[in-house]
């Protein structure tokens, strides 16, 4: 894995520093307003001169949390030149990312991201967000950070299913853009699983430098970096609709998934001996994907997904590796492939 890597996300130039001590590079405590959530706080923040500590978890992605970093910056004199620096997981990179991104109108932003779902997806690439209302991501902007320093060391006392969370990012990344990778998951699942640091390492410099490179060629989410959205669409109405309760961000993507892959088949698109063998990846780790709702509970966060195209939503669908297309689905398929995962005994096996 490269020690460094570098992208430029429509005018904005990130660096990705990879290393055990990557954390905390050229910034100065005064001028570092840093987030933690309450886990990594314990973890990291002893000697953060002014920390914003959230509590952990998808709750603190709200206006609070965004209004809690500002007033602290505020009341520490920061300048434009100042930086806020996230120390955390996926919900930590985005609040404070968006709080950067409002300060001033930008002010410097350095992410440390400590899990495995925000080092290989959420810290790169710019999206920022809040939940609202009860619904996924609906309030955000784009605003790229400065630097991401990854020491994919921490991952080692990250809780199990924590880790299984980022995983199901990284095979999305995999089928995205990265068959080498969709095959390491496959063949070394216990190597994967029991965490051997090259293999990890691989996982995450592999999901980086994929990410960057579809970021980079789309900053703005126009056209073909819509396809990392793959299982979000399903993945982010599966939590909605739980109330951000039961399910993991990653669990709900892989769930996600698998609905993709099902809509895939009904619609003649999807080659049916790939989706057997990404359905056996993802049950390999030990993913669900039933789900005890139907399609009257997620319609509400489905019509605020915010890829609908002239009220219909919009899915990415996996033809077979690295090979996607997006296609607007009527409402009477997404209700099929979504009620028959609530209704498992109902369910069958992909032919071929």
Do not use: Q
Request: glycine letters at 12%; charged letters at 25%.
């Amino acid at each position: 894995m490269n020690a460094r890597l570098s992208f430029d996300f429509g005018g904005f130039r990130t660096e990705v520093v990879f290393g055990r001590n990557a954390m905390g590079g050229d910034m100065s405590p005064e001028s570092t307003v840093t987030v933690f959530d309450a886990n990594t706080a314990a973890l990291f923040g002893a000697e953060a001169v002014h920390p914003v500590v959230l509590p952990a978890g998808e709750a603190s992605k709200c206006w609070a949390s965004v209004e809690s970093i500002i007033a602290r910056c505020a009341s520490t004199g920061m300048g434009r030149d100042g930086v806020v620096a996230g120390v955390g997981g996926g919900v930590v990179c985005d609040v404070a990312a968006l709080a950067a991104s409002l300060y001033m109108r930008g002010c410097i932003l350095i992410l440390v991201p400590t899990t495995l779902l925000a080092m290989v997806d959420a810290s790169l690439g710019g999206k920022t967000a809040i939940d609202f209302r009860g619904f996924k991501n609906l309030v955000g902007t784009f605003y790229p950070a400065s630097r991401i320093e990854i020491a994919v060391e921490r991952l080692k006392s990250l809780p199990g299913r924590e880790y299984l969370s980022g995983l199901a990012e990284a095979i999305k990344t995999a089928i995205v853009g990265d068959a080498e990778l969709l095959s390491l998951l496959r063949d070394r699942r216990e190597d994967v699983l029991g965490r051997e640091p090259a293999v990890v390492a691989e996982i995450v410099g592999r999901c980086v430098a994929v990410k960057g490179r579809i970021a980079a060629e789309d900053p703005r989410e126009s056209g073909r970096r819509a396809l990392l959205n793959l299982g979000h669409t399903f993945g982010h109405a599966l939590e909605s609709a739980t109330g951000f309760s039961g399910w993991t961000h990653g669990e709900a993507v892989a769930w996600g998934l698998g609905r993709a892959l099902a809509a895939g088949l009904r619609l003649g698109i999807t080659d049916a001996g790939f989706a057997r063998s990404l359905e056996d990846l993802l049950r390999g780790y030990g993913f669900r994907l039933e789900a005890g709702v139907e399609y009257a509970d997620l319609a509400p966060a489905l019509e605020r997904d915010k890829k609908r195209r002239g009220g219909r939503v919009r899915l990415v669908i996996p033809r077979g590796p690295a090979d996607l297309v997006v296609r607007e689905v009527p409402e009477g398929d997404l209700a099929a492939v979504i009620d028959v995962a609530a209704h498992p005994a109902e369910r069958k096996r992909p032919s071929g």
